[in-house]
């Protein structure tokens, strides 16, 4: 915004250097762009911040500046004189749209001649970067500059049935603006219209049709307050901006509406003559109280670090034109019309440090302690979660979140599959990003498909993502976690060659069951079988302490073709809601075994189907309390085992709390395992 300085004086007096409120002026809340010119002539390109639309008129910069320097402020006179026949009698306004409208003022002006403005008029807007036009506009514009309130003139027998409806827009509207250009509209424009048709875009732009011309004799003066978010998006989609969409945009106070348009009306009488009809139409459903804000002076020192008087606050306060009120220790303030950041408690007091002077804060460590800022605890379990892949040699992936089915079906997904419940995206941008990704797998796959596409035949990566299906209401949305793996794994352990491994089944399983171990979320275990697009036979579901969580296998090669991708690929994705839920940060913490372990061998003759997970769970629930740790240190098969059969071998360490355990004691239950053992699975004891 460029502000005339000699204009500016007109509302407050300034005996500081122009350097002088230069520097000053940030600390109030004004950006300082650029200055032109020197001493009177000096103008100021100020940087007006988004939540103080006060300070986009005169009136609002000079109230600061006054705050500051503790003088009065001059308000632009109020002096109009009205007269004639009512105002009603020749004009009507309806408000047929309120939450986009809160107000709307309305003064006739009869008689005028229209003209160009005087020298100092039109000086004053040019040097404020505001084209001069005719004295009638130029008085809209002048008004605005004073008050931060757009105004607009019509030319009021050019108003079909002398009458202006604030409505929306209808589908079937356009409207020719005052800069020659025919814009269709739809319902989410708000529009000021006549009796029969659109005469402008509210709050952005007037209309060609009723614009004030050289003929125009009669004005209709407006002056209203639209709802910030209407024009917002009104002036995106038509791609205009005005100086008044700008303040707007960013809400103008209703109460200040009518105080405008008296010192608009008084300007176009005096600078085009004619009459100021009597009264004003003034409709206004949208009003509202202006609410108290409550400030406990004993919280100012606790959040500057620095005791300001009493006095000096209920002081700065009511310069800034709030209405105070003092009762002991507590200040109860109204904001005036304009300030809408003023709502809470911490916003007066920031008032208070801006006009105390930051440089009389001093640097000191705050009177209360303050607890250190630290993660959500979800966030830092998700963390934990890829510090552990990434430990197990995995790197992590992001992929986007939008997807087309067409790449669900290079999966192979089924038709009742749950994956298959995409949500469909209302605008998309490309053919491509269509859905919003049901899973996270064929977008990881993707990724693989392009590093092999480059000869990186070693892929070993991860993601962790929000996925989203459709329900019967609003979408479900989860957190997942997928992993792909493909090519060689590192290199050989030594006296191996050093080469590297293929990677296999068994190097997935150790990513996941380091992942749950190092949550400390419970058992990882597997069960034969899965979804149609992984291998049969090399496909299983991973449950979390019996409860489904997930699936992992070999990618099917009728799968693993449509991706381009030649081998085999091994990948998983899990329920990473479920997982995170159960996980714990904290580490439990035991005393050293104060007695020692006895350990003894068992071997098992066992189906080749039998999982070795069944088996430690039935050692667990077989040993009992004193078994403190089971370990598979040997897998055979072959002669002389019958065929379908494997031997597998398990270290048992038994170990009491509370005594060293004896020899007896260990026998007895190496002997009730041998016995219960073979009731609770089809396998045969080897001694």
């Not at 005719?134 to 030319?155: C, I, K, R, S």
């Not at 667990?620 to 040997?634: I, N, Q, W």
Request: charged fraction near 25%.
């Amino acid at each position: 915004m460029r502000v005339p300085l000699a204009w500016l004086r007109e509302f407050v007096d300034i005996d500081e250097t122009v350097e002088a409120l230069v520097e000053r002026l940030p600390m109030l809340g004004l950006g300082v762009d650029g200055v032109e010119g020197a001493g009177a002539s000096a103008v100021l390109d100020l940087e007006i911040a988004s939540n103080r639309p006060d300070l986009l008129g005169l009136v609002g910069i000079a109230r600061e500046i006054a705050a500051w320097t503790r003088r009065e402020v001059r308000l632009p006179p109020d002096d109009l004189a009205d007269g004639g026949a009512p105002v009603r009698s020749v004009a009507a306004v309806k408000i047929a749209d309120p939450a986009r409208c809160a107000r709307y003022v309305a003064h006739v002006i009869t008689g005028v001649r229209v003209g160009p403005s005087p020298p100092r008029i039109a000086g004053r807007l040019e040097a404020a970067g505001i084209r001069p036009i005719n004295n009638v506009v130029d008085a809209t514009n002048y008004a605005m500059l004073e008050w931060g309130q757009p105004l607009h003139a019509f030319d009021l027998e050019r108003l079909e049935g002398r009458r202006i409806v604030v409505r929306a827009a209808r589908p079937d509207e356009s409207l020719v603006t005052l800069d020659g250009v025919t814009r269709p509209l739809d319902p989410s424009v708000l529009v000021i219209a006549d009796a029969r048709r659109p005469v402008a875009l509210a709050g952005i732009l007037g209309g060609a049709a009723t614009e004030i011309a050289t003929a125009t004799t009669t004005v209709l003066l407006e002056a209203a307050s639209f709802q910030a978010a209407s024009v917002r998006r009104a002036a995106r989609a038509l791609g205009l901006r005005t100086e008044a969409s700008a303040r707007f945009e960013r809400g103008v106070d209703p109460e200040g509406t009518l105080r405008a348009a008296r010192r608009c009306a008084a300007l176009i009488a005096e600078l085009a003559g004619g009459t100021v009809l009597r009264g004003a139409v003034d409709v206004y459903p949208g009003r509202t109280r202006r609410r108290a804000i409550t400030l406990r002076l004993a919280r100012v020192p606790r959040l500057l670090g620095v005791e300001v008087p009493a006095d000096e606050v209920v002081a700065i306060l009511s310069r800034l034109g709030l209405e105070v009120r003092a009762r002991g220790r507590t200040v109860r303030a109204v904001p005036p019309a304009g300030r809408r950041d003023l709502e809470r408690e911490e916003d007066l007091i920031e008032e208070v440090a801006r006009h105390w002077g930051y440089e009389r804060i001093p640097e000191a460590l705050p009177v209360e302690v303050v607890q250190p800022g630290r993660r959500m605890p979800s966030i830092e379990v998700e963390a934990a979660a890829r510090d552990a892949l990434i430990r197990a040699g995995l790197t992590e992936a992001l992929t986007v979140s939008l997807v087309t089915p067409r790449l669900l079906d290079r999966l192979g997904l089924g038709a009742d599959d749950p994956w298959r419940r995409a949500v469909p995206v209302q605008n998309p941008l490309t053919a491509d990003h269509t859905h919003l990704r049901p899973c996270l797998l064929p977008g990881l796959l993707e990724a693989v498909r392009a590093n092999v596409s480059r000869r990186r035949e070693a892929v070993h990566i991860f993601e962790i993502g929000r996925v989203f299906r459709a329900g019967g209401g609003a979408p479900e949305e989860r957190k997942a976690l997928a992993v792909a793996l493909r090519g060689p794994w590192g290199v050989g352990a030594w006296g191996e060659g050093g080469g590297a491994r293929e990677v296999t089944f068994f190097h997935l399983r150790g990513a996941l069951d380091v992942l749950a171990a190092e949550l400390r979320a419970g058992e990882l275990g597997l069960e034969a079988g899965g979804p149609g697009w992984l291998q049969p036979g090399r496909a299983a579901r991973v449950l979390l302490d019996g409860a489904p969580l997930g699936v992992a296998g070999e990618l099917h090669p009728d799968a693993a073709a449509r991706f381009d991708l030649p081998g085999r690929t091994y990948v998983a994705e899990l329920d990473l809601d479920a997982l995170l839920a159960r996980a714990v940060l904290q580490p439990r913490f035991a005393g050293i075994p104060r007695f020692p372990a006895v350990r003894r061998d068992v071997a098992v003759v066992a189906p080749e189907d039998l999982p070795h997970a069944a088996v430690v769970a039935a050692l667990r629930a077989t040993a009992g309390e004193l078994l403190e740790s089971v370990e598979l240190f040997d897998v055979y098969a072959g002669p002389p085992l019958p065929p379908g059969t494997r031997n597998l071998a398990y270290a048992l360490s038994f170990r009491a709390r509370d005594r060293t355990l004896t020899g007896e004691e260990v026998d007895g239950l190496i002997a009730h395992i041998h016995a219960a053992l073979p009731e609770r699975l089809p396998i045969r004891m080897r001694t």
